[in-house]
């Protein structure tokens, strides 16, 4: 199905009929996670590791192990990198022939490494699909978990493997710039990160008065009920005009962030996880735009 310009494939372990054979290289947490997914949909699977200790439990479950990363390349046309970085994808791919092979990085990465990487990989001929892993190694192969996987490059090779790659988690095809996946994956996680920022704070300032058992349910019934302000941001964005059903403006937003900072000194918190985004509303309204939200704050962060 088509989602907000994604298409977005759910298909399960148990509907996975192909049974294609693919090599996987690397197998970390995520690595190992993704080839018990893997094994038990019941795909051939040939796995490889620097430590090669980390393959015998997987022999054990049916997985060839290869004795290099070149052997494993070999033995598939599908071939699955899950690495520390992308200088452990050069150095493991340094010698494989890539020939008429289907490349899937899932290995972190920026936008602009996926590009990079998608072009060297034309170079030595073969097909470039990135990914963005959207879970953590215990939510993969499980069904109902949330686990899903952004991929973008080649739509070929996503059309190809979609049942493979969608056994340990769905999957959503974001386009064919190969950089797109790791947009998608790197901003999530920066919206994750925020979010994180926020709640240390919050538990920070409370650590002393307030079990934080009973913090924690306040904390995720709070941050779920805000969760919709993304939006009216986004709603923002697209028609320019960021007054647009504004509830909290700018102009009472900072007179009210003056009492957090207060409450922190109070507490004996530092505020050093708060003022980063203070300061820039600040400058927002000192610019002139006190009947805003905070969407204005977008423009303040771009680069010249």
């Not at 964005?237 to 009492?259: E, I």
């Amino acid at each position: 199905m088509i989602v907000s310009g994604l298409v977005t494939s759910l298909i399960g372990m148990t509907h996975n009929t192909e049974k294609s054979p693919l090599s996987l290289l690397g197998l970390g947490a995520m690595g190992g996670a993704l080839a018990r997914a893997w094994l038990a949909a019941g795909h051939p699977l040939t796995v490889w590791n620097r430590t090669a200790g980390r393959a015998e439990a997987l022999a054990r479950e049916g997985a060839r192990v290869a004795a290099t990363a070149a052997e494993a390349v070999a033995a598939s046309d599908l071939v699955v990198v899950c690495l520390l970085d992308h200088a452990s994808v050069d150095d493991a791919l340094a010698v494989a022939d890539l020939s008429g092979k289907d490349l899937v990085d899932l290995t972190t990465g920026t936008p602009e490494e996926a590009r990079t990487r998608a072009r060297w990989a034309e170079e030595r001929g073969a097909r470039f699909l990135d990914g963005g892993v959207m879970a953590v190694p215990p939510m993969i192969g499980v069904p109902g978990s949330g686990a899903y996987v952004f991929y973008s490059g080649s739509p070929a090779v996503f059309e190809a493997h979609a049942g493979t790659l969608a056994a340990p988690a769905a999957t959503v095809y974001t386009g064919e710039d190969p950089g797109l996946a790791a947009l998608h994956d790197v901003a999530l996680l920066s919206a994750m990160t925020g979010m994180f920022a926020g709640v240390a704070h919050a538990f920070a300032l409370v650590r002393e008065e307030i079990p934080p058992k009973d913090f924690a349910d306040l904390v995720v019934s709070w941050l779920s009920a805000m969760t919709p302000y993304a939006y009216g941001i986004a709603e923002h964005l697209d028609s320019g005009d960021y007054t647009k059903n504004v509830t909290s403006n700018l102009a009472m937003m900072v007179r009210g962030n003056a009492t957090l900072l207060r409450t922190a000194e109070e507490q004996k918190v530092s505020p050093e996880l708060l003022t980063p985004f203070t300061t820039l509303m600040e400058r927002r309204l000192a610019d002139g735009h006190a009947d805003e939200g905070t969407t204005g704050v977008i423009d303040l962060l771009r680069v010249p």
